[in-house]
């Protein structure tokens, strides 16, 4: 994988595609699962932050994850998603 921020990975012919299946049960303690939680974990400090960019980014994230994540995703909403209510 380059180092170049520049370059997008879907240019580099070298990296997997990941094909998510969205009847896949996750495993909490598999790798996604582990993803998910620590990626949600970071974004739910971010949801918390006084800073209304840091705020707004997280919330991008979130959208972002979404699409990534799939399903896996849906554990860890209705808190993320109480700490956006609140703000």
């Known amino acids: 994988?380059?180092?170049?921020?520049?370059?997008?990975?879907?240019h580099n012919p070298s990296t997997?595609?990941?094909i998510?299946?969205?009847?896949m049960i996750?495993?909490?303690?598999?790798?996604l699962g582990q993803l998910v939680k620590t990626n949600m974990q970071?974004?739910?400090k971010c949801l918390v932050s006084s800073n209304k960019a840091i705020f707004l980014a997280a919330i991008e994230n979130i959208k972002n994850?979404?699409?990534n994540?799939?399903?896996a995703l849906n554990k860890h909403?209705?808190?993320?998603?109480?700490?956006i209510r609140k703000k």
């Open 65 to 67: 994850a979404s699409n």
């Open 1 to 10: 994988m380059s180092r170049n921020p520049s370059v997008a990975l879907t």
């Open 69 to 71: 994540f799939g399903p």
């Open 16 to 18: 997997a595609s990941f």
């Open 77 to 83: 909403l209705p808190l993320a998603l109480q700490m």
């Open 42 to 44: 970071l974004l739910q």
């Open 20 to 23: 998510f299946d969205p009847n």
């Open 26 to 31: 996750v495993e909490e303690n598999g790798v």
